[in-house]
Antibody, heavy 122, light 106 residues
Framework: EVQLVESGGGLVKPGGSLRLSCAASGFTFSHYDMNWVRQAPGEGLEWVSSISGSSGFIYYADSVKGRFTISRDNAKNSLYLQMNSLRAEDRAVYYCARGAVARSDGVGIDYWGQGTLVTVSS | SYELTQPPSVSVSPGQTASIPCSGD??????ASWYQQKPGQSPVLVMYQDTKRPSGIPERLSGSNSGNTATLTISGTQAMDEADYYC?????????FGGGTKLTVL
């Protein structure tokens, strides 16, 4: 059974940093592109970042470029999102998600974690 | 930047057909995916590469994509189909989601 379990969310002050982690199991992690997608309370889905299986391709939304860094450790079956210079508008549930969407022949995100809430407030 | 536009809401009577459109410039030249999200739950993939259903998704859900519009169609709509639906595509190194459509089954 595929499982994606996020951790690391919480309350942080504006300008602060946070590192999200996602533990993956039930599939060959290194074979899959992975993504972070966020959803502000009561709002729609917003793509944050994608990384290919070998980390050879990495993409970011303009809203986080230069502040967030996606990475993965295939030996540990883990995905990460380092978030710096956090702003109030970064407040959202952050989902770890498996799927090849950052490509022209994308097949969609087929598995999502339960999400971890990030709140940015003084 | 590329945008996908969806109507905020669509209403349908039980047993009828619901169509949820998603529009974007030359969207028909790209692949569209669709996600269903119920309150308090993570999204679920219900359609990918325009017309393909993942395992476990009922046949009464279908998709199309041509010109500037992709459409998710739900035939014989049931109460369990009431949810938010999001379209998604890839353009110029960016993954784009539509704003979402709330499907209400009256």
């Amino acid at each position: 059974e595929v499982q994606l379990v996020e951790s690391g969310g919480g309350l942080v002050k504006p300008g602060g940093s946070l590192r999200l982690s996602c533990a993956a199991s039930g599939f060959t992690f290194s074979h899959y592109d992975m993504n972070w997608v966020r959803q502000a309370p009561g709002e729609g889905l917003e793509w944050v970042s994608s990384i290919s299986g070998s980390s050879g391709f990495i993409y970011y939304a303009d809203s986080v470029k230069g502040r967030f860094t996606i990475s993965r450790d295939n030996a540990k079956n883990s995905l990460y999102l380092q978030m710096n210079s956090l702003r109030a508008e970064d407040r959202a549930v952050y989902y770890c998600a498996r799927g090849a969407v950052a490509r022209s022949d994308g097949v969609g995100i087929d598995y999502w974690g339960q999400g971890t809430l990030v709140t940015v407030s003084s | 930047s590329y945008e996908l536009t969806q109507p905020p809401s669509v209403s349908v009577s039980p047993g009828q057909t619901a169509s949820i459109p998603c529009s974007g410039d030359k969207l028909g030249d790209k692949y569209a995916s669709w996600y269903q999200q119920k309150p308090g739950q993570s999204p679920v993939l219900v359609m990918y590469q325009d017309t393909k259903r993942p395992s476990g998704i009922p046949e009464r859900l279908s998709g199309s994509n041509s010109g500037n519009t992709a459409t998710l169609t739900i035939s014989g709509t049931q109460a369990m189909d009431e949810a938010d639906y999001y379209c998604q595509a890839w353009d110029s190194s960016t993954v784009v989601f539509g704003g979402g459509t709330k499907l209400t089954v009256l």
